[in-house]
């Protein structure tokens, strides 16, 4: 197995701006709970079974077909519907940068390499800029695949901020009737736990 994450010219830098604070950003970044609402492309859903926030730590998830068109895709290319996947954390840094290796084990014909992502979460008052940098994959069109399936997770990423604010005015009138509220507030201690699920 190769290792590729030396920068390159053909790096690429994806932005978003979000309707959030850092920590609610970092929350769905880097807890198991949090990756499940929206870390998969459209047509699939994911579970965590491992998830160990620190540098050499490792992510592990499942990620399942669950749209008609993706389980016809799936299954026309003989592929299937369920497959696993790791990360290894390299940096992590609470709230403002996140890096990772992922394993590039499922292309056919070509030996298994790692690939790296940095994310960058820089506050802007009470929005978040998120900063996506991608390492090119083996050949370019794997990488125009795969900064297209980055660019939706991180569409998916808005629609999990907006759902949550949409449960914030919820869970406050609940608290303050003295009710359990909906949604917990975020624990920034939680991601340091190590979640393991069978």
């Known amino acids: 197995m190769s290792t590729e994450f030396t920068p390159s010219s053909d790096t690429a830098r994806l932005e978003r701006t979000y309707d959030a604070p850092a920590e609610l950003v970092w929350e769905l970044l880097t807890t198991a709970a949090g990756l499940e609402e929206w870390w998969v492309p459209d047509g699939f859903e994911i579970r965590v079974s491992e998830l160990e926030l620190r540098p050499g730590g490792q992510l592990r998830y499942t990620m399942t077909a669950t749209a ?97 604010a949409l449960l914030s005015p919820i869970q406050s009138r609940r608290t303050r009737r003295g009710r359990h509220p909906a949604v917990t507030a975020p624990r920034h201690d939680a991601a340091a736990v190590p979640v393991r699920r069978r």
């Open 68 to 164: 008609p068109e993706q389980v016809a895709f799936m299954r026309n290319t003989g592929n299937p519907l369920s497959a696993e996947f790791r990360k290894t954390f390299t940096e992590v840094a609470s709230r403002t940068r996140l890096s990772y290796l992922s394993l590039i084990d499922f292309v056919p014909g070509h030996e298994p390499y790692e690939h790296l992502t940095t994310i960058d979460i820089e506050p802007a008052g009470d929005r978040t800029k998120l900063v996506m940098t991608l390492a090119p994959l083996h050949d370019e069109t794997w990488t125009q695949q795969h900064r297209a399936h980055r660019g939706n997770e991180l569409d998916n990423l808005e629609a999990a901020v907006r759902r949550r």
